[in-house]
């Protein structure tokens, strides 16, 4: 069963090879928000769930890249980068291999994602997921196109479900809202969603901010 949880967003300047401090000390803040997170997480196995183009699940060894985007870095241990850009910065987080990786597509239904998480919970007697996630980019016009009147509310209702380690609501977004407001953090958050069930679980909100016009969401979740 899920016993803890970690939800960090998966920007590339996570990683602190790739940029210096945000506008007002934003990202700093940003990394120690996820350390925390990661931090809280205990379990006797530990999965780092991220978006990707289609689920997959990798295994521990596995490794991602941070070539695209400006930095010769390999992040892991096999030879052949596979992971994608959330499992990436997820293992860059944790700061050494998990116990396994789960892709899953940023397109994956509803009912998928929570079928995949719910399978997950059931691997160990105490399982913790750090989960991968960003929410709106499209809250500003300077964001990745134009701005979108839903995703200040997406974010809201996103945060709040966070902060309550409440898994119905997670459960509840709309793929065609998170889509339209290009968040890319749906699909990985209903998996967390699947995998809390009914349990009870105590949430915290430990980071909303947007340094970069993408709204990034920090949440741990304990038993």
């Known amino acids: 069963m899920l016993t803890s949880a970690a939800v960090c967003p998966h920007p590339p300047v996570l990683v602190p090879e790739l940029s210096g401090a945000a506008p007002g000390d934003a990202l700093p803040a940003l990394r120690a928000a996820c350390r925390d997170a990661v931090a809280r997480l205990s379990g006797d196995l530990l999965v780092v769930v991220?978006?990707?183009?289609?689920?997959?699940?990798?295994?521990?060894?596995?490794?991602?890249?941070?070539?695209?985007?400006g930095l010769d870095l390999v992040i892991g241990d096999a030879a052949t980068p596979e992971l994608p850009l959330s499992l990436t910065v997820g293992r860059r987080l944790l700061g050494r291999a998990p116990d396994l990786y789960q892709e899953i597509a940023f397109d994956a239904p509803p009912g998928e994602c929570l079928r995949v998480g719910a399978a997950l919970a059931q691997?160990?007697?105490?399982?913790?997921?750090?989960?991968?996630?960003?929410?709106?980019?499209?809250?500003?016009e300077l964001a990745l196109g134009d701005a979108d009147g839903r995703a200040g509310p997406f974010d809201t209702a996103v945060a709040d479900a966070l902060g309550a380690a409440d898994a119905a609501a997670l459960a509840a977004l709309d793929p065609a809202t998170a889509r339209a407001v290009r968040s890319a953090g749906r699909a990985a958050w209903q998996v967390l969603a699947g995998?809390?069930?009914?349990?009870?679980?105590?949430?915290?909100?430990?980071?909303?901010?947007?340094?970069?016009?993408?709204?990034?969401?920090?949440?741990?979740?304990t038993s």
């Open 50 to 69: 991220g978006g990707g183009e289609r689920t997959r699940t990798h295994e521990a060894d596995a490794s991602g890249t941070l070539r695209p985007y």
């Open 195 to 221: 995998a809390a069930g009914t349990a009870p679980l105590h949430g915290e909100l430990l980071a909303a901010m947007a340094p970069y016009d993408v709204t990034y969401l920090v949440a741990s979740w």
């Open 123 to 140: 691997r160990a007697d105490r399982v913790a997921l750090l989960v991968l996630g960003d929410a709106s980019a499209s809250r500003w």
